[in-house]
């Protein structure tokens, strides 16, 4: 039985206008509940959701792919072997899908949209585990971030591209009048045309979270998605195409509007697919090194990159030593310090700080934090929980470096390191992974501006009791073109951001080229082209 795009609209038009209402209010609003809860889910939720996953395992995944002759398994603890498809076949599948896609026009697109994100939201712990096994995070890390988050920027993504690709009317009647006759009429329609082919490149920390906007907004503004995993976390986005092209095939349409592209390690699709002519958008989150090429080499595309930089928080004063102790303890912990928002570079006056608990010099405060994150890790569940596992040999290398360096603070995972201004070469580095640097510097306001203008941020943080400071530490951070988050001590940490409410990256500086999610991060990828009669 076919649902067509338009049905699929009125289904889940109620949602999406309340999407539409909450990414301008940017209030708290989520529509997908994040607790892996029974009663939120339902008794057999669970247990269906990990029977599911189980079944993948060690087996060929299901799902269709133009061209493909052979499979690969390149994931280390999942076993599954997808369906591998040559890059001009996945390609070709891609425009031969397309006409059919404009078609079905923004609201039409937009309902399909929101049809595909209810199913992923329905196999919510299928989802989990899949996050879990290929990325190591905890399971209610990979439930919410892998899961309900993702499934909300989504969600955004949809929203803000069907705001913006409405806002020219379909249709138009437009008359001007003549003296002495009857006016001249013309009717003027319409059309969003998508700019072509995208291509999502997946990252291997947060399969879904990083790739769920890009592959959402491509999709509502009327272009097909080739989604290329990363090698290491293939199963959470093969799921998600498989998902898509069940919606697209119930919808009567061509299900290649969304193929997977998957590769053996090593292989180099991702630069073969970013740089063919008829890719027009990329969407990637990785390293700075292939973010840099592709922003240099894909120059067809438009090319929409979250790169790594150098998180920092500047520590003035603060009224709540123990609260912000404990706040920054869990953000440099978290996952194992291997989310592109964690902190790196935490920049103190070589006066130290005031605090409510006294002045702290440099090395008091060096030694607080490492008896903070020994507290918050010394019982072996809750550090389970909140470090989740290493996600690659890179990370462990970056690591071992760490733990090599002069002026070591704390030893264990994480890793933090005393620097002063002149070790440049190290804190300006990108160390991705359980690594921060606590930088003694006379001008801590000064040194955070220069480097994240020069080496990009997505994060930055401030705490101050001193509204001279913060006024300060405002301008500062425009001038970098970062976002500042100030005086964090509860339970909202610097490294996570709400969907509907939170930008993510901003543009503006190199670690970079968009925001998740304002209008700039949609309106490029596609055209509004009119005619008249």
Avoid at 139 to 154: E, L, P, S, T
């Amino acid at each position: 039985m076919v649902t067509s795009p338009t049905e699929f609209y009125e289904r889940h038009r109620d949602l999406l206008d309340r999407a539409i209402e909450a990414a301008a209010a940017r209030d708290y609003w989520s529509a997908y509940p994040e607790s892996p809860s029974k009663s939120v889910y339902g008794e057999q939720a669970a247990p269906d959701g990990e029977a599911a996953f189980r079944a993948l395992l060690g087996a060929e995944f299901p799902i269709e792919v133009p061209g493909a002759t052979t499979t690969v398994s390149t994931e280390l603890d999942a076993d599954v072997a997808y369906p591998k498809g040559d890059p001009d076949d996945l390609i070709a599948a891609a425009r031969a899908a397309t006409p059919g896609w404009r078609a079905a026009g923004p609201h039409g697109r937009a309902g399909v949209a929101a049809e595909i994100l209810a199913r992923l939201n329905a196999r919510i712990f299928e989802l989990a585990h899949a996050v879990q096994v290929t990325t190591g995070q905890a399971f209610v890390m990979a439930f919410q971030a892998g899961g309900a988050h993702a499934q909300d920027r989504g969600l955004e993504a949809v929203a803000v591209a069907l705001a913006e690709s409405t806002r020219i009317p379909a249709v138009a009647h437009w008359s001007k009048p003549q003296r002495g006759g009857d006016p001249l009429r013309l009717e003027k329609t319409s059309t969003v045309v998508g700019r072509g082919v995208a291509l999502v490149i997946g990252c291997t920390t947060f399969p879904t979270w990083n790739s769920y906007p890009g592959l959402f907004a491509s999709l509502v503004t009327g272009n097909p998605v080739i989604v290329k995993p990363h090698p290491g976390a293939v199963l959470p986005l093969a799921i998600t195409v498989q998902v898509c092209r069940e919606v697209l095939t119930e919808a009567g349409l061509d299900p290649n509007v969304v193929t997977l592209a998957v590769e053996q390690r090593g292989e180099g699709i991702a630069a073969t697919l970013a740089t063919h002519p008829d890719v027009r958008i990329v969407d990637f989150t990785g390293s700075s090194e292939f973010g840099d090429w592709l922003e240099a080499n894909a120059r067809q595309a438009v090319v929409y990159t979250e790169k790594a930089g150098l998180n920092t928080v500047i520590l003035d004063s603060t009224a709540d030593y123990q609260g912000m102790l404990r706040n920054l303890a869990f953000s440099l912990s978290l996952y194992s310090g291997q989310m592109c928002t964690t902190p790196q570079n935490l920049l103190i006056a070589p006066a130290g700080i005031d605090t409510d608990a006294g002045h702290k010099s440099p090395a008091e405060f060096g030694a607080d934090l490492s008896a903070a994150l020994d507290k918050l890790l010394s019982d072996p569940q809750r550090a389970a929980g909140t470090l989740g596992a290493i996600v690659n040999d890179d990370v462990r290398a970056r690591l071992a470096e760490a733990g090599t360096l002069p002026g070591v603070l704390h030893a264990t995972t994480p890793v933090v390191v005393r620097l002063d201004p002149s070790d440049e070469k190290t804190y300006t580095r990108e160390w991705f992974g359980p690594v921060s640097f606590v930088i003694t510097t006379p001008t801590p306001l000064e040194l955070f501006t220069r480097t994240v203008r020069q080496h990009g941020a997505l994060t930055a943080l401030v705490h101050s009791t001193s509204e001279t400071f913060l006024d300060q530490a405002r301008e500062a951070a425009l001038d970098a073109g970062v976002h500042l988050s100030e005086n964090l001590t509860g339970g909202v940490f610097v490294n996570q951001t709400s969907a509907f409410s939170d930008l993510h990256g901003t543009g503006a500086n190199p670690a970079a080229t968009a925001s998740l999610s304002d209008a700039a991060f949609v309106t490029g990828r596609y055209y509004t082209l009119q005619s008249r009669r």
